[in-house]
């Protein structure tokens, strides 16, 4: 009987080298496509686990912070304030994953950024568990919450900017939810609380109106035509067309001014005429004289230019669309057919003509602090591109003004001057009556310490006459301007 | 093995080294089992220690504790094979004691990692203190076994006996009602007493098996008889290949209605690997391998949790968060534990799910890496290895078809289990010999164990003093004798 035992004996050693064999299939060669799968969750876990960083306002208030859970080896996120600054700090989920800095910045905030290389080593050395930087960003809370205050319960966005470095004051997106209640670690609560938040709710209050959505800038675009229109040689008192109504060349299609008034005496105007009392008519024809190319350049000098921010997190694209003939170009002098712009790309232009023509590259993270709150890395304000000329700049600002001037609208300031384009959008078949609402603006217009850009989507539900920019988005663009200013 | 001393009683120097060979009495050995049996004491202490020190982030005097009961259980245990059993293999109980006793850590281990984990909505219950408590039970049968059974051969009288019992043992959890014998997991092979739940089928794998050696070996020669020749092959006569069916059928009907497709596979490979070693015949391989095709693929067109399985085995990411749920957790265990692993305590045992039962290969994977697994799967093969040799060197044909069939059982069960958690074979819930949770599973396979160590005894033990010879003193010392010249 030995014979076959000895042959069982060959066949049990066979069975292990194959289960060695496999097995060495599964930990090597398939160790890395299996780590890195999406279903693999036990990275995030990981993450999870980590002692984050915080995320600070830059007056230092706390905006999300940690606390570790009791007799567990975990931390719990706790936003402060949470659904005000959800566009800033984003979510953090178990489930879901995250979004915000807290995506963009996870490197930094977990503490696996190279620009932590010294203090992790160190962290390695002395045992200390590694932890994760915190992050000072640039908003200020006043301007934060003046401008969610004013959007109130209505869908909109509010971007300010500082116009001499590009730090961002205020980033507010309405409707918001409470990244709270997803940093939760009960599993069905969290479920219940996404799904209300995301499938089942219309109004989408995770998506980030600021950053990643865009809109038809409307009248706020004639600035950048105007800008354009200048640098050709134009100045304010240049007479343009201002007739209440103009054909788009090659078709039988009217375009008539605001309601179908007069621009001026209904013959011509002056190019600072025309900008305060935003003619539709004359930036038309004006848009079409200086050509396709000529708007595109100006536009892409201000942002205007298929290029996605990184402020950290990826915004989405503003553009002009693709202009394919002379109506097309028509409709896009006045910010309609297929210019797209999102709030921050709008904050930016104002920003831009407030900063002497200059444009500065819009960012989120001021500083980098390690544990023991010593700056770690400093963001240093860049220029991108000198926009327009000093003297362009200049003539804007005081179109601008003679524009917030005309402006109606609740929330006027009496003791800052303020330069502002207001901007009455339609936004798709039937959005006549319903149109939204566009602010952008910058003060003091002598020496511009704010810009921002305020879009209400639909007018907060306003309609016909009482749905313009100067209605209904001009008042929390002024609220913002006038609480930053006096906070400072 | 690793020892100095093991496989030296057969150098030429360890015989010479004796003034006068036929009368020492060959080595116990029981020396090299109590250092081999420290050794995995300290090995599981150790991995107590840093299971502890990462998932607590503080260490206890109860470590001390744990490690010295450990110690405590091992040298009863080496007692009672000193006793009874002196020249019992000195490698076999360390290499499961070893087994068990990382088995224990990694059960605990995964209790500490689930401990804030909700199972359907209950709080994890710990399950670390009941296998340390089957683990007593278990040695304490080891050690009656052992004590009982004076000589393995004994069991061949009780052969039918055992087959019989074996055969209800099987059978009953399917029959029995499900308030006595439960659907857990889709599979119907418990059964329950008040809070105990044990799976007889652990216990009939053992008793068929002694049947099955004991019916082989007074009935070899009907299986001997050639039939015609095919194909160049000795059949055996179709009224010879009756027994076989007979087992095909039963085993194969109870496990197709228990759905306990990896026992049915287990105990259908041991039945063909006894009748091959005592027949001699490759034939009945080949025979039974093509009967354990058919019903596999008769049960695959009919079942739908066959398909299920083949299915995930042929692609798990076509359904990565349903049906191929468990074996894509499973590789992920595997693939993210790498060559070195994240760990102990380092891992995610809470993604793997069954992890300390069917899945503990996964977390051994994920945490102590392909080198960990190496490890582990050497142990298991120098076990069985060793059953097998003392089986070969066992002078009773009864104690070498049990000695084979018992080493071969466990190696075939290794295969099945971790073959399947790495996606080798289709899937098949059975549990890893002395590693996963489970009482049934233990105690039989301690059982297991003191048999193997019974034959092994039997198989290193003298035999039956030989008469010494009558010494011739040397010619030097002879006494001188005077020569008288002849006259």
């Not at chain 1, 996870?106 to 915190?134: H, M």
């Not at chain 2, 019992?165 to 659907?183: E, H, K, N, S």
């Amino acid at each position: 009987m030995n014979t076959p035992l000895r042959r069982v004996g060959v066949a049990m050693m066979v069975m292990m080298m194959i289960l060695l064999a496999n097995a060495t299939y599964v930990q090597v060669i398939k160790a890395e496509e299996y780590r890195t799968s999406p279903y693999n969750v036990r990275g995030r876990l990981e993450m999870l686990s980590r002692e984050r960083g915080s995320i600070i306002a830059a007056d230092g208030t706390p905006l999300a912070t940690v606390t570790p859970i009791p007799d567990k080896d975990r931390w719990q996120r706790v936003y402060a304030n949470g659904p005000m600054y959800l566009p800033v700090t984003g979510y953090l989920s178990n489930t879901y994953g995250s979004n915000g800095l807290e995506r963009a910045e996870n490197d930094l905030l977990i503490g696996e950024d190279d620009r932590l290389f010294t203090r992790r080593l160190s962290d390695l050395i002395t045992g200390r568990d590694p932890k994760g930087a915190s992050l000072q960003v640039t908003i200020n809370p006043k301007a934060q919450q003046a401008a969610y205050e004013a959007l109130g319960d209505r869908t909109g966005a509010v971007v300010a900017i500082e116009p001499k470095t590009g730090k961002i004051l205020a980033l507010v997106s309405t409707p918001s939810f409470d990244p709270n209640k997803l940093a939760v670690q009960d599993g069905q609560e969290e479920k219940a609380y996404w799904a209300e938040v995301t499938q089942d709710n219309p109004a989408q209050p995770d998506a980030n109106r600021a950053l990643s959505w865009t809109y038809p800038p409307g009248s706020t675009f004639k600035l950048v035509v105007a800008a354009a229109g200048l640098e050709e040689g134009m100045d304010k008192s240049t007479q343009v067309d201002a007739r209440p109504t103009i054909t788009l060349p090659g078709t039988n299609t009217e375009l008539p001014n605001f309601n179908g008034t007069n621009c001026n005496n209904g013959v011509n105007a002056t190019l600072e005429q025309a900008i305060a009392q935003s003619c539709n008519t004359a930036f038309a024809k004006l848009a079409g004289d200086l050509g396709t190319a000529k708007l595109r350049e100006q536009a892409a000098k201000f942002g205007i230019d298929d290029q996605k921010y990184q402020v950290p997190m990826t915004t989405a694209a503003s553009t002009l669309g693709p202009v394919p003939d002379q109506a097309a170009l028509f409709q896009t002098g006045i910010g309609q057919r297929d210019v797209q712009v999102t709030p921050l790309a709008n904050a930016v232009m104002v920003a831009t003509i407030a900063n002497k023509g200059v444009r500065m590259k819009p960012y989120l993270v001021d500083k980098i602090l390690g544990t023991d709150t010593a700056t770690v890395d400093e963001t240093k304000p860049d220029e991108v591109d000198e926009a327009i000329s000093e003297d362009s700049a200049q003539l804007l600002t005081e179109m601008m003004i003679a524009a917030e001037n005309k402006a109606g609208g609740a929330g006027k300031l009496s003791n800052i001057q303020i330069a502002s384009k207001t901007g009455t959008a339609e936004w798709g078949v039937g959005s006549t009556p319903n149109p939204h609402a566009w602010y952008t603006a910058f003060a003091p217009a002598n020496d511009p310490q704010i810009a921002l850009a305020v879009i209400v989507e639909k007018s907060g539900g306003k309609r016909d006459g009482a749905a313009t920019g100067s209605l209904v988005a001009a008042p929390v663009g002024r609220a913002v301007i006038s609480s930053y200013l006096g906070s400072r | 093995m690793g020892s100095p001393g093991t496989g030296a009683e057969d150098t030429p120097l360890a015989r010479a080294s004796g003034t006068s060979p036929g009368l020492k009495p060959p080595p116990t050995k029981r020396s090299t089992e109590l250092f081999l049996l420290a050794f995995g004491a300290v090995l599981v202490t150790a991995a107590l220690v840093l299971v502890e020190a990462n998932q607590e982030k503080e260490l206890s005097l109860n470590i001390i504790w744990y490690g010295l009961a450990y110690l405590v259980m091992l040298a009863v245990t080496h007692l009672a094979v000193r006793t009874w059993a002196p020249y019992a293999d000195p490698v076999i109980l360390p290499c499961v004691t070893l087994l068990n006793g990382i088995g224990l850590v990694m059960i605990h281990r995964i209790d500490l990692g689930m401990a804030d984990v909700l199972v359907d909505g209950e709080p994890w219950s710990a399950a670390a203190p009941k296998q340390v408590m089957w683990t007593g039970l278990s040695l304490v049968l080891f050690c009656a076994a052992l004590k009982l059974l004076k000589d393995h051969r004994t069991l061949a009288k009780f052969g039918y006996v055992s087959g019989l019992v074996g055969l209800v043992a099987l059978i009953l959890p399917g029959v029995l009602p499900g308030f006595i014998a439960p659907t857990i997991n889709g599979a119907k092979i418990w059964l329950r007493f008040g809070g105990v739940s044990i799976q007889p089928g652990e216990f009939a794998k053992i008793l068929l098996m002694v049947f099955f050696a004991a019916f082989l070996v007074s009935k070899r020669d009907l299986f001997t008889i050639a039939g015609r020749r095919f194909l160049g092959m000795d059949l055996p006569r179709a009224r010879d290949l009756g027994p076989l069916i007979a087992v095909w059928a039963v085993v194969v009907s109870v496990m197709v209605l228990q759905k306990d497709l990896g026992s049915s596979l287990l105990f259908f490979g041991i039945v063909l690997v006894l009748l091959y070693v005592a027949t001699e015949r490759a034939v009945w391989i080949i025979i039974g391998t093509v009967l354990f095709m058919g019903a596999a693929v008769a049960a695959w067109r009919m079942f739908t949790h066959v398909q299920t399985r083949v299915d995930n085995w042929v692609d798990p990411f076509a359904d990565p968060g349903g049906a191929g749920y468990q074996i894509v957790q499973s590789l992920f265990g595997f693939g993210t534990g790498g060559l070195f692993g994240a760990g102990l305590g380092g891992g995610r045992p809470d993604q793997i799910p069954e992890a300390n039962t069917d899945f503990i290969a996964a977390v051994i994977g994920e945490e102590l890496g392909l080198v960990g697994l190496t490890a582990v799967l050497l142990l298991y093969t120098v076990f069985a290895l060793r059953g097998l040799r003392n089986a070969l060197a066992v002078r009773d044909t009864f104690g070498k078809l049990l000695g084979g069939g018992l080493a071969f059982a466990v190696a075939f069960q290794v295969f099945i289990i971790i073959g399947g958690v790495m996606k080798l074979i289709p899937m098949t819930g059975i549990t890893a010999p002395f590693l996963s949770k489970g009482g049934s599973s233990l105690l039989a396979n301690y059982v297991l164990v003191a048999l193997l160590l019974r034959i092994s005894d039997a198989a290193r033990s003298p035999q039956a003093p030989v008469k010494p010879r009558v010494q011739q003193p040397a010619i030097a010392d002879q006494f001188t004798v005077m020569v008288e010249r002849p006259k």
